[in-house]
């Protein structure tokens, strides 16, 4: 009946549909076993945890979970949880939690962990299960797992429902055993007295290859013994039920053919036991008018909707949502999440900002400490649920009366079903509580997670009544995590001071609660970047606010910033200051230039790159003197080229394929400096200097600037005979400036 390599007690597990009287069926069996001397050991499966109450006269034995739940796991004794009931039978509940709250499959695991750790079984011949109605979650079925179930029966009626979960409960035993291994007892046959429902389960037993091991007669003695809170095999009388279950007795301590399961498939069952067969659902005809519209539509090829590709997955929805949402400079997160889920994600977050810090001085203010706590969910938050220690720890936020409660859920707190909305009602008119039910994984990945945390942010907390202003501008789809955003908003407050103009949010930048509920103030918004997410949250914006945007994003280079302040200017009706504004910034970067070309005149630069604009950084390279002799072009998706305007540069700008013509070109013109967007290749083989276009430029009129100027530095380098790149690379100078900035 077993295997023979499985030491221990015979281990039985008994399911069926709930109500069909499986509690019943497990304590007479464990009393039948008992009286026919065998050592035997109940464990009920149930969150009721009413499994042994007939066997306990009665008495409601603490459970598992709750015992875990009051004790430290280290002082925990299983004697607290073992009682002995009629006939000498160890009685165990497992417990759960209440109905609507937590996970009771997780508090199946969590229990029976325990169990193990405590070898409570070893001193039982055999261990009976008795388990909720059906294999609804995988908590559930671990009784069914192999090992810990030797046998398993099946209780059913002949109501369709309770066969239908015997079926269901075959299809759970396959998924661990496949199609051949044999672990099915049977079928208990519990009369309720319909028609054929001898036939029905006779049918089924048939259809799936099980024998109906026992059929228990519609009996008054049941209830008789529920009455004196026994079980039957206590009660005077009743020979035939008691015979059942005898007979059911011997055959497990004798042999007991198992069987393998071969569940039906829904329209097998349907057929065989009821005798029906399911009907496809019939078309509702088309009214004549929406017939030809619908052909016409077929016909017409498909509009094509053009999207960028997302960044890839990385990160789950959680840990994007916090990310964003730190950016509230004076809200307060909470990470309803293990606390191992909320360090990872506050690393994520504050690495960054530490690293830019002490290796280059750049100051990332949201990252360096971000207003982010945790609600430290355990097992026992994921099995009885969180929200009771959430809702005290909100309380207490509430009292430090930050600008909003921003609570994030995980991917525990999410599959538990703890509802953290309903925490929004804690909220008082100074500070707002705000759930974002990221669920971790569940929802998305990190970008994901941090378009919905921006919806649910700008749903929340904008205020639709707010008043127009005509002098300023909102800056909306900043990177969360970039060292660029900091400068680039210097950079724009000081261009917008230079035209009468003021920032009035940043949505989401570093920024207050009291900023964002004011967004609507703006009667301009600004894109950061034109990035897909960036795009998605445009449009949101658009469609739920009536939100304007400047066409197009942060502008790169001179002449691309020229022509922006200028539409900056004509939208606010100051086109006088912005010509002003640009003559001043051509000056300024007209001196650089001169500054620059006593080192960089006369030098060569070849730039490999992919399709894409550099006409910034080209123009900024010529103005110190510099000459372009070739550009390549890996024109991967094989569109227009783009790289550049100037008829003089593209006269030079050629089409590649390969890095063999890359190669031949370098060797031929031997260029002073080789410029390439992407790193390492042929670049940086030969004796010219390489440096890298920087994947994320600065903003506005001097974004080459900070490049060029490292060009200059490097070829003083080169003429003192100190290329850096004989010195081991730049990147050992990161040491002198951590131990700046650390210290």
Known sequence: MREKSKEGPLELAVYGKGGIGKSTVSANLSAALAMAGQRVLQIGCDPKHDSTRLLMRGEVIPTVLDYLRSVPAPEAKVEEVLRTGAFGIGCIEAGGPQPGVGCAGRGIITAFEFLDKHRVKAPYDQVIYDVLGDVVCGGFAVPVRREYADAIFLVTSGEYMAIYAANNILRGIRNFDGETHRRVAGVIFNRRNLTDEEGRVGR???????????????SP????????????????????????????????TGELPLWPARPLTDEELERIVLGTTRQPAAAVPAAPADTERKKSAASAPAPERPRPDRPPLYGCAFNGAATAAVHLTDALVIAHSPRACAFYTWQNISSPGRKNLFNRGILMPSAISPHFECSDMDHASAVFGGMEKLRRQVEAALERKPGAVIVISSCVSGI?????????????????????????????????????????????????GAEPEKDCVNLVGEMAISYNNEPNVRALRSLLEGLGLRLNCRFLGDARCEELRGFLKAPLNILDSESADNLELKAFLEERFGCRFLPGRLPVGFEATAAWVRELGAFFGCTERAEALIRR???????????????????????TTINEDMDWILSAAKAAGMKVAWVGVMNYLRTPLRVSRDRETLAVTEEVTSGERIR????????????????GGEAARGSWLSDTVPSSPLAFFRSALPVVQRWETMFREKDRGSVLREKGGAWKHDRELFQKYFA
């Open 664 to 679: 031949e070109q370098l060797e031929r013109l031997q260029p002073d400096l080789v410029l390439t967007n992407y790193a």
């Open 416 to 464: 538990i079903g703890d509802d953290i909305r309903s925490l929004e009602a804690l909220s008082t008119p100074e500070t707002p509580v705000i759930a974002v039910p990221a669920d971790g994984d569940i929802s998305g990945d990190y970008v994901s997670g941090i378009r919905d945390c921006l919806h649910i942010l700008a749903e929340k907390l904008i205020d639709r």
């Open 221 to 252: 003695g049941f209830a008789h013994a529920e009455e004196q809170g026994c079980c039957l095999m206590e009660l005077e009388g009743y020979g035939e039920e008691k015979a059942v279950f005898r007979g059911l007795a011997e055959k497990i």
């Open 204 to 218: 089924f037993a048939r259809a799936v290859g099980l024998p109906i091991v026992a059929e228990l007669p519609r």
């Open 585 to 607: 910034e051509r000056e300024a970067v007209e001196a650089d230039a001169k500054a620059l070309r006593r080192t960089l005149f006369g030098r060569t630069l070849v730039l």
